[in-house]
C-alpha cells in the first residue's frame, strides 16, 4: 500500500540504505493532472453488510492521501494525546512507545515534507463562515484547519490544489539516482507468502494480481513496461513483508493468507459522519474558495463528536435531503444557497463488528452503532441542527427519510427543520436507522491491533504480525481504538517513528 504509512516507510526506507518495492492497488497518476477527490475510480466505495453505512477508502499511488479533504488534525493534539495516553495505561502500547516528545519530532518532519499549512481567517469562505458564526453564538470555539494544500494561488496545477504522499515523497524516491524506490501500481496483493522453519512461519514474498489501470487521462499505466496481462498472477521475493494496506486491505490480506488470529479484522472503528444542511436568503456559493477550512472540538475529547466544515457538488446536495423526485430538483436549484458541515463521531471498538471474508476472498464489513453511540451521535447531529439556525439558515435538511418530525402521512418525505426547538426531536428520535438514514465514513481504523499478546491483538508493540517473522503492519489498522480525531496526520507519523526505528 503507497498510502500515508506506505509512502513513508517507501522513502525513509530507501533512503537509509534498503532496497523497497512498493505495491499499490490504485492508479498511478501524474500529480496535478486531475483533481483527484473527485475521481470515483481512486476511491474504494462500499458499505456496510446491513446497509447502513457508505464506506469510502483511497485506492491510488498516494492512498487516502490522494482523495481525502485534508482536515488535518495534530498526533499532538488533546484528544489524541488522551487517546494514546489511554493505550498506554491499558497495556496497549509499550510504555514508552508514541511518547510526546517523539510525535512531536516526528509530525515535525511530517509537516516539512507533505506541506501542511496552517490556514489564515481570510480563507473561511461563505459556507464555513456559517459553523464559524453558529458555533461562536452558541458559546464554542470554532478553531481554523491545517491543510494538506497549496496556498490559494500558489498550486503548481491549473485543476487542483492538492498535496498528496505521492508528490511529496514518493515522486523524489522514484527518482532518486542513487537507490531509486521501485513501484508497481494496479497491482493487488492476494496474500503474504510464507516458509516453515523450526516451527515458525516466515515471511517471503507477496502473490500479486495485476488490475486494469483506469482510463482517465493523466494515469500511468505499466509505468515499469512489464506488460502483464490484467488478471495474471506472479510472485515478489522478499526478505521483509510490510503491509501498509489500510484498515481494509491489511486485514484483508492477512485473513487470505491463513494467518491463525481470530482478531484479525475485530473492533473495526468508522468515524461515522452525516451532514446536515441550511438553506439561506442569500447565495452562500459553497464551492467558492478554500472549501473546508473550520472544525469545531469542543465535544471531541467528553462526548466524542466534532462538526467539521464540508462541501461538495450538487448532486450531493440533492442525494443528502432525499425525498420526492420534485424535492430532489428543488435542492438543486437552491444550490447556490445551501451551507453544510458534518458531526462526525469518535466511534467505540466492538468485537461483533469486523472485517471479513465473503465466499470469494473478498472482505464485507459487518457494522453496527451501539446504543450509546447512536445516543452521543444523535445529540452532535441535534447541536449541528441548532448551531445552523443560529447562523442564520431558514431551513434546515436532514440526510434522513426516518419520520423524525412525526409527520401523519403515508409516503415517505424529506425531513425538513423549520425551528431550532426541533433539534429536540432530532436528539430523541434519530435512530440511525439502515437504508433510512444516510451515513458516511472516511477514517476506518483499529483492524489489526497492537497490543501485548495474541489474545488480544494482531501486532506486538514491535508492529510485528504475532505469529510470524519478518511480516510488520505500519497503518491505521493497529491503533486499539480510534485515534481520537481524523487520522491521517497520525499515520503518517506513526510511520516516520517505525522507520526511525527500524532494525533488521
Same mark, same amino acid.
Not at 522513502?11 to 473527485?38: C, D, I, Q, Y
Given at each position: ?12 526506507? !530507501?533512503?537509509?540504505?534498503?532496497? @523497497? ?52 488534525? %495534530? /498526533?499532538?493534539?488533546? +484528544? ?7 493505550? !498506554? ?10 511518547? =510526546? ?6 509530525? %515535525?518532519? @511530517?509537516? =516539512?515534507?507533505?506541506?501542511? *499549512? ?10 464555513? !463562515? ?42 523524489? %524516491? ?10 508497481? /501500481?494496479?497491482?493487488?496483493? =492476494?496474500?503474504?507468502?510464507? $516458509?516453515?522453519?523450526?516451527?515458525? *512461519? ?48 491489511? /486485514? ?7 494467518? &491463525? ?19 439561506? $436568503? ?9 472549501? %473546508? ?23 450531493? #446536495?440533492?442525494?443528502? $435531503?432525499?425525498?420526492? #423526485? ?47 453511540? &447512536? ?23 436532514? /440526510? ?6 412525526? =409527520? ?11 425551528? +431550532?426547538?426541533?433539534?429536540?426531536? @432530532? &436528539? ?7 437504508? !433510512? ?8 481504523? #483499529? ?48 510511520? &516516520? ?8
Amino acid at each position: 500500500g503507497s498510502g500515508p504509512a506506505g509512502s513513508v516507510l517507501a522513502h525513509e526506507l !530507501r533512503r537509509n540504505g534498503k532496497r @523497497v518495492l512498493l505495491l499499490e492497488r490504485g492508479a498511478f497518476v501524474v500529480p496535478g493532472s486531475m483533481e483527484t477527490r473527485l475521481i470515483d475510480d481512486l476511491i474504494d466505495t462500499r458499505t456496510s453488510s446491513d446497509g447502513s453505512i457508505r464506506i469510502r477508502n483511497g485506492m491510488a499511488v498516494g492512498g487516502g492521501s490522494q482523495v481525502n479533504v485534508d482536515l488535518c488534525f %495534530a /498526533p499532538t493534539s488533546e +484528544p489524541i494525546k488522551l487517546k494514546i495516553e489511554g493505550w !498506554r495505561k491499558a497495556g496497549q502500547i509499550a510504555p514508552d512507545e508514541f511518547t =510526546q516528545a517523539e510525535l512531536r519530532v516526528a509530525y %515535525a518532519w @511530517v509537516k =516539512q515534507m507533505i506541506g501542511t *499549512r496552517v490556514l489564515s481567517e481570510r480563507e473561511i469562505n461563505a459556507n464555513n !463562515r456559517v459553523l464559524w458564526e453558529g458555533a461562536t453564538l452558541a458559546g464554542l470555539h470554532p478553531k481554523l484547519y491545517s491543510l494538506n494544500t497549496y496556498a490559494p494561488g500558489q498550486s503548481p496545477s491549473p485543476v487542483t490544489d492538492k498535496r498528496s504522499a505521492e508528490s511529496q515523497l514518493l515522486l523524489a %524516491a522514484l527518482n532518486d539516482r542513487v537507490n531509486p524506490l521501485g513501484m508497481v /501500481p494496479d497491482a493487488d496483493v =492476494q496474500r503474504v507468502l510464507f $516458509s516453515e522453519e523450526a516451527g515458525s *512461519r516466515h515471511a517471503i514474498g507477496v502473490e500479486v494480481r495485476m488490475r486494469a489501470p483506469i482510463s482517465e487521462a493523466g494515469t500511468i499505466a505499466d509505468p515499469n513496461g512489464l506488460k502483464i496481462s490484467v488478471g495474471e498472477t506472479f510472485i515478489v521475493h522478499a526478505n521483509t513483508v510490510i503491509l501498509s494496506a489500510g484498515a481494509l486491505g491489511s /486485514p484483508t490480506i492477512l485473513m487470505r493468507s491463513d494467518v &491463525k488470529n481470530n482478531q484479525i479484522g475485530r473492533g473495526v472503528v468508522l468515524h461515522p459522519s452525516m451532514p446536515i444542511m441550511g438553506r439561506f $436568503s442569500h447565495h452562500i456559493d459553497v464551492l467558492n474558495g478554500t472549501e %473546508a477550512s473550520v472544525y469545531v472540538d469542543d465535544r471531541l475529547a467528553d462526548r466524542g463528536y466534532a462538526l467539521e466544515s464540508m462541501a461538495d457538488q450538487p448532486l450531493y #446536495a440533492a442525494i443528502m $435531503s432525499p425525498g420526492p #423526485a420534485l424535492h430532489s430538483y428543488e435542492m438543486i436549484k437552491a444550490f447556490r444557497d445551501l451551507a453544510g458541515f458534518g458531526v462526525m463521531l469518535i466511534d467505540m471498538p466492538q468485537s461483533e463488528n469486523r472485517i471479513r471474508l465473503d465466499e470469494s476472498g473478498n472482505p464485507e464489513i459487518d457494522y453496527t452503532l451501539s446504543e450509546a453511540d &447512536k445516543r452521543r451521535f444523535a445529540e452532535g447531529v441535534a447541536e449541528a441542527v441548532r448551531i445552523m439556525f443560529k447562523a442564520g439558515a431558514r431551513e434546515v435538511y436532514l /440526510p434522513t427519510t426516518e419520520n423524525i418530525l412525526g =409527520q401523519k402521512i403515508s409516503e415517505v418525505r424529506p425531513q425538513i427543520l423549520t425551528s +431550532p426547538d426541533q433539534a429536540e426531536l @432530532v &436528539k430523541k428520535k434519530l435512530q440511525f436507522i439502515p437504508n !433510512r438514514t444516510m451515513v458516511t465514513s472516511a477514517h476506518m481504523q #483499529a483492524t489489526d491491533k497492537m497490543g501485548s499478546a495474541a489474545e488480544n491483538s494482531v501486532v506486538g508493540y514491535d508492529f510485528r504480525v504475532w505469529g510470524t517473522q519478518n511480516l510488520f503492519i505500519v497503518d491505521g489498522s493497529i491503533f486499539p481504538t480510534s485515534v481520537g480525531a481524523n487520522p491521517m496526520q497520525s499515520i503518517y507519523t506513526i510511520a &516516520k517513528i517505525f522507520t526511525d526505528h527500524w532494525h533488521e
